[in-house]
């Protein structure tokens, strides 16, 4: 009998830490969960020339204008500073840019929004932005969207303009 109470007991004991020492925690979903765009957007092309890489906040109610104020710089989206990464040289917006990945980033107004892209990558917002790292600062062209875009969201067109969206506006980076 002693022997069958000493066996259990280990049984028992070693699926006790054998649950705690396999067990995970995993985190619940994101409320501004990421999201990554590609240009050429097709899966069966594997041969990208620019991918971004963002997080996408809810409006929930709130205003564009209280997320991402007017005159200041803001992460495009949420969480981390949005990432862009160009395969090939790329012009951005007008600028002739270099390939690689840079953090994106922009400053709204009403009618224009200026877009940046800076070498500072994988940093969190826009707290740590710093202008002197900036590459090129392009003007955005503002169009209004006929319905709510409630998740911000972007996009590639097929000739590679890039357009970033959210409550009802619309800016247009014409990329070659």
């Known amino acids: 009998m002693k022997k069958n109470?000493?066996?259990?007991?280990?049984f028992a004991i070693?699926?006790?830490f054998s649950n705690e020492t396999t067990a995970q925690k995993f985190g619940g979903l994101d409320?501004?969960?990421?999201?990554?765009v590609a240009f050429p957007s097709s899966y069966k092309i594997s041969d990208k020339i620019a991918k971004v890489v963002y997080s996408r906040p809810q409006l929930n109610g709130r205003s564009v204008?209280?997320?991402?104020?007017?005159?200041?710089?803001?992460?495009?989206?949420?969480?981390e500073a949005a990432e862009i990464t160009f395969y090939k040289d790329v012009v951005f917006g007008g600028e002739k840019v270099k390939a690689g990945s840079y953090s994106?980033?922009?400053?709204?107004?009403?009618?224009?929004?200026t877009v940046i892209l800076n070498r500072a990558k994988n940093v969190w917002g826009s707290y740590f932005y710093k202008e002197n790292e900036d590459v090129v600062r392009v003007k955005g062209k503002v169009m209004s969207s006929m319905a709510n875009?409630?998740?911000?969201?972007?996009?590639?067109?097929?000739n590679m303009n890039l357009?970033?969206?959210?409550g009802y506006t619309v800016v247009k980076i014409e990329i070659k």
């Open 5 to 10: 109470l000493l066996v259990i007991a280990l």
């Open 163 to 166: 357009f970033m969206g959210w």
């Open 104 to 113: 994106l980033y922009a400053i709204p107004n009403e009618g224009e929004w």
């Open 14 to 16: 070693a699926v006790l």
């Open 149 to 158: 875009i409630e998740a911000f969201s972007m996009t590639f067109d097929e």
């Open 65 to 79: 204008a209280k997320l991402a104020p007017a005159g200041k710089v803001w992460r495009l989206g949420a969480n």
């Open 31 to 36: 409320k501004s969960p990421m999201d990554a």
